[in-house]
T-cell receptor, first 114, second 111 residues
Framework: EPEVTQTPSHQVTQMGQEVILRCVPI?????FYWYRQILGQKVEFLVS????????KSEIFDDQFSVERPDGSNFTLKIRSTKLEDSAMYFC????????????FGQGTRLTVV | KQEVTQIPAALSVPEGENLVLNCSFT??????LQWFRQDPGKGLTSLLL?????REQTSGRLNASLDKSSGRSTLYIAASQPGDSATYLC??????????FGTGTRLTIIP
């Protein structure tokens, strides 16, 4: 069964360093998303991406964050200068149509900023 | 503000019992609602998607209902098993493409 794949599963980084989280969405999907879940809190929307551009972003997704689809299969989230409060589980998701189809999530990348 | 609430935060049920998990949302103009399962430290597994035009959706021992007018969805699990122990999240799509999640209900099935 097709699945969303995320790498790495765990990432530890020092405050101020740049990190890139990687995702391979399901191959025929067109809409891509990043969410995050701080320990003990709700899953929160960060950004949606369609047709090689951001379609919506939340207040959390400030200038420190960027997304890219560098080729036909990968979808990345970059955090330019990590802060302690960026520590969270980051989930990638994809769907093949907007609004009326299931969103499929990856297993997540646990980011720890020290 | 569009919000999703899940009460209770935790629920323990003896094995074999049927149970209902609750989800409430503030905006009746909902496109669809998706139920997920999350095991500790793991990702989100999609269980069911129920469209605004539907009242129920079934998959195996799971049945989800949606009542837009009252702003409620329920997930019914029949004949619970220890393997059903997990956190169950509901997430609403209010038509702006993103999903708005509840805080989840942590379910424990007691053998």
């Amino acid at each position: 069964e097709p699945e969303v794949t995320q790498t790495p599963s765990h990432q530890v980084t020092q405050m101020g360093q740049e990190v890139i989280l990687r995702c391979v969405p399901i191959s025929n999907h067109l809409y891509f998303y990043w969410y995050r879940q701080i320990l003990g809190q709700k899953v929160e929307f960060l950004v949606s991406f369609y047709n090689n551009e951001i379609s919506e972003k939340s207040e959390i997704f400030d200038d420190q964050f960027s997304v890219e689809r560098p080729d036909g299969s990968n979808f990345t989230l970059k955090i330019r200068s990590t802060k302690l409060e960026d520590s969270a589980m980051y989930f990638c998701a994809s769907r093949n149509r907007v609004s009326d189809t299931e969103a499929f999530f990856g297993q997540g990348t646990r980011l720890t900023v020290v | 503000k569009q919000e999703v609430t899940q009460i209770p935060a935790a629920l323990s049920v003896p094995e074999g019992e049927n149970l209902v998990l609750n989800c409430s949302f503030t905006d009746s103009a909902i496109y669809n609602l998706q139920w997920f399962r999350q095991d500790p430290g793991k990702g989100l597994t999609s269980l069911l998607l129920i469209q605004s035009s539907q009242r129920e959706q079934t998959s195996g021992r799971l049945n989800a209902s949606l009542d837009k007018s009252s702003g409620r969805s329920t997930l019914y699990i029949a004949a619970s098993q220890p393997g059903d122990s997990a956190t169950y999240l509901c997430a609403a799509n209010f038509g702006n493409e993103k999903l708005t999640f509840g805080t989840g209900t942590r379910l424990t099935i007691i053998p």
